[in-house]
């Protein structure tokens, strides 16, 4: 039978290994949260420049024309016409 000083060494070295298995495995988690915080900043800046990106090219762009407007002028001018038309030559 072991002697209680015996078991008390052992009991202290299986917390020490626990306790360096947890700060190793924290060590690694660290390791790979940092990583991924790098990979989503990246992909973030990314996003952000081509939104930029759009934004520009949006800006760029010509202003749509609005056609139920413009078939009304010309609707309203050819009326005109027609009925100046039809006066000056009766």
């Known amino acids: 039978m072991p002697s209680a000083d015996s078991s008390w060494e052992v009991s202290l070295a299986r917390l020490e290994g626990k306790l360096d298995a947890i700060i190793a495995s924290n060590a690694a ?28 090219i949006d800006s760029q762009k010509p202003a749509k024309t609005n056609w139920t407007a413009v078939a ?13 038309a039809d006066r000056l030559f009766k």
């Open 72 to 84: 009304s002028t010309i609707a309203a001018c050819l009326a005109v016409g027609l009925v100046i």
């Open 29 to 56: 988690l660290t390791v790979s949260v940092n990583g991924l915080d790098r990979r989503v900043r990246d992909v973030e800046t990314s996003m952000a420049t081509m939104k930029q990106q759009l934004a520009e």
